[in-house]
């Protein structure tokens, strides 16, 4: 066998699982966009369950991490877990508190980030037009609009903003889905 096909075989094996499974990726995709879809009509429910959600992700973390900084403490890193294991639990704690003023931080954080980033975009697209810096320019356009859009609408953006990001992630996450499923469905079965 040359190195090639040693390199694509695992890849093939991969479309054969698709082929027969095609049915569950369809059924995820659809699930994903209706999601999706409940995301976009409720983000402000979306938005608060999402922190309450990674709260839950950061408490659990820092206990774990709490736990392991104990059950290793000649370790030279203990005090280094054992202060990442504080400061997630009590991050964790604050956005179950209160995730509705986590959602403002966090969307004033995101659109400082989308600011930031979009004119890093623009300044590197001009400066060094490189082959296809056009899409890097509307890349980064198109990010600093963004940040823009969430810092002018702020605090009201920090109750909508996550919620709608999740909504078209999902969305966009299962239209791709539901795009491979068929594809994998039409494929003509592999022989071996």
Request: proline letters at 4%.
């Amino acid at each position: 066998m040359t190195a090639p096909d040693t390199f694509i075989h695992p890849f093939l094996s991969d479309i054969q699982g698709l082929q027969k499974n095609w049915g569950w990726l369809l059924a995820l995709g659809i699930i994903s966009i209706i999601l999706g879809i409940l995301a976009l009509g409720s983000s402000a429910f979306f938005t608060i369950a999402s922190m309450i959600f990674f709260g839950w992700i950061l408490l659990i973390m820092g206990i774990l991490e709490l736990v392991y900084s104990f059950w290793q403490r000649h370790w030279g890193g203990f005090f280094l877990h054992l202060l990442n294991g504080i400061l997630a639990g009590v991050a964790g704690v604050i956005l179950i508190g209160n995730p509705a003023a986590s959602a403002l931080i966090l969307t004033l954080m995101l659109a400082m980030f989308f600011m930031v980033a979009g004119l890093f975009r623009i300044i590197a697209a001009l400066y060094m037009r490189f082959p296809t810096w056009g899409w890097r320019l509307f890349n980064g356009i198109i990010s600093l609009l963004l940040g823009i859009l969430l810092w002018a609408q702020w605090p009201w953006s920090g109750l909508w903003a996550i919620g709608m990001f999740i909504g078209v992630e999902l969305i966009f996450s299962g239209w791709a889905s539901v795009m491979l499923a068929l594809v994998a469905r039409r494929l003509p079965p592999r022989t071996a």
